[in-house]
C-alpha cells in the first residue's frame, strides 16, 4: 500500500482510504467489520465517515455508521489508524441530526462529543465541514444564485469554533468537503490571517465522468497544500459497467433512484459505455481503469473506496497496483474530450 503525507499535516495516510456511509443501510454491523478487518490486513490505514451516515440519510439510522465503526474501533490499535469524520451543514434538512443544524461553535461542539461517543475514541484525526453553510452548487447542481444567500456563520466564526476543538485535543486537522475555489481560498486566507487552525484537506467527488476538481481546485490544491480526498470514484458504481445493459441491476442507483440526477445526465450513459470499452480493450476491469485513474492524479491526497460486499472491495483496492500507460491516459483524455464532465 502506498502511504503518502495528507497536504501540511503529520496525518502519513494510505492511498486508498476506505468509505463507509453504507454502514447500517446496505452493510450490517458484522459486515461493516469484515471490511474494516479486510481493508486494514492490506495497509489502509485511513478510515472515512460521517455523522449523517448512512447514506440515505433517515432519522432511524442516522448515526450507525460511526457505531458500527466504534465497536470495531475498540478492539483496535488506535494510534495506528487515521480517522476522520465530518460535521454536517445547514441548508440541507435533516433537522433529526440536531435542531438548529448549524455549523456554530456551540453546535461543532455538540456534533463533535457525539460523533466521539458512537466511534468510542476520545479524538478524532480529521474533522470536516461535510458542505458549506453558505448555499453554493453541490450534489450535481452547476450554477451559483448570488440571490440565495442565507444567514450562516462565517468562516472566521467556523474556523475559530474548529479551533477550540483542535485545543482542546478532540480534533488533530481539520478540512473541508463539497467546496468551492473561493471557500478553499478563504479559509487559507483566514487561518494565515487570524493564527486559526489551517484545512489540511478537501474532500470532493471526482472520477472519470467528473473532472470538474481540475478547472480550479487543482491548482488550490497544489498552491495551498490542501489535496483532495476522492469521493465516488466509481460514480455510485457507474463505472463499473454494471448498469450499461440493464438500468435496474441491483445496487445503489437502482435501489436509491433519488441520487439518479447526478449520475443520469445526457452524456452519463455513452461515456460510460467508452470507459468500460477501454477498461476491456487494456485487461483490466472497469473499476480497475477508474480507480486507477483517480489515484494517479497529483493532487489526490487518496482516493475514497466504497463497497457492499468483500469481492468489490478486494478489486477496489487491487486498482492501486494497476498501472495506466501514457497510451491509456491519453485515449481516457479523448473520452474526456468527447464527453466531457458529463455527471458534475
Not at 472519470?208 to 481546485?217: T, V
Request: net charge neutral; with cysteine.
Amino acid at each position: 500500500m502506498r502511504m503518502q503525507q495528507l497536504g501540511r499535516s503529520e496525518l502519513v495516510v494510505s492511498a486508498l482510504c476506505l468509505g463507509t456511509m453504507t454502514y447500517g443501510e446496505q452493510n450490517t454491523e458484522a459486515q461493516a467489520h469484515d471490511q474494516l478487518d479486510f481493508a486494514v490486513e492490506r495497509g489502509v490505514n485511513f478510515i472515512d465517515t460521517a455523522e449523517m451516515y448512512p447514506i440515505p440519510a433517515r432519522a432511524q439510522t442516522q448515526g450507525l455508521t460511526e457505531s458500527y465503526i466504534g465497536s470495531w474501533l475498540a478492539q483496535q490499535p488506535r494510534h495506528k489508524l487515521i480517522l476522520a469524520t465530518k460535521i454536517a451543514g445547514p441548508n440541507r434538512g435533516m433537522a433529526w441530526i440536531r435542531d438548529p443544524l448549524a455549523l456554530t461553535g456551540e453546535q461543532m461542539t455538540i456534533a463533535l462529543e457525539a460523533s466521539l461517543r458512537r466511534l468510542q475514541t476520545d479524538y478524532v484525526d480529521l474533522y470536516q465541514i461535510h458542505w458549506p453553510a453558505r448555499k453554493v452548487p453541490m450534489f450535481g447542481e452547476t450554477r451559483f444564485d448570488p440571490t440565495d444567500a442565507p444567514a450562516t456563520p462565517s468562516i472566521h466564526s467556523q474556523l475559530e469554533g474548529l479551533a477550540r476543538l483542535v485545543e482542546a485535543g478532540k480534533v488533530r486537522y481539520i478540512g473541508v468537503s463539497n467546496e468551492t475555489p473561493w471557500g478553499v481560498a478563504e479559509f487559507c486566507r483566514v487561518a494565515d490571517q487570524y493564527g486559526l487552525p489551517r484545512i489540511v484537506s478537501i474532500q470532493n467527488a471526482y472520477s472519470l465522468i467528473n473532472r470538474s476538481f481540475e478547472s480550479g481546485l487543482a491548482e488550490m490544491a497544489h498552491r495551498e497544500a490542501v489535496p483532495l480526498l476522492a469521493y465516488s470514484p466509481l460514480a455510485f458504481g457507474l463505472l463499473s459497467g454494471k448498469y450499461l445493459s440493464n438500468p435496474e441491476t441491483p445496487g445503489r442507483l437502482s435501489q436509491y433512484p433519488m441520487f439518479g440526477g447526478r449520475y443520469r445526465k445526457t452524456n452519463t450513459a455513452p461515456a460510460v459505455a467508452d470507459y468500460v470499452a477501454l477498461a476491456r480493450q487494456r485487461g483490466l476491469s472497469p473499476a480497475q481503469l477508474a480507480l486507477a485513474f483517480v489515484a494517479s492524479r497529483h493532487f489526490v491526497g487518496s482516493t475514497i473506496i466504497g463497497a457492499t460486499n468483500l469481492d468489490q472491495l478486494a478489486e477496489n483496492i487491487g486498482a492501486l497496483q494497476v498501472p495506466l500507460d501514457e497510451a491509456t491516459l491519453s485515449a481516457i483524455d479523448a473520452i474526456h474530450e468527447r464527453y466531457p464532465n458529463p455527471a458534475p
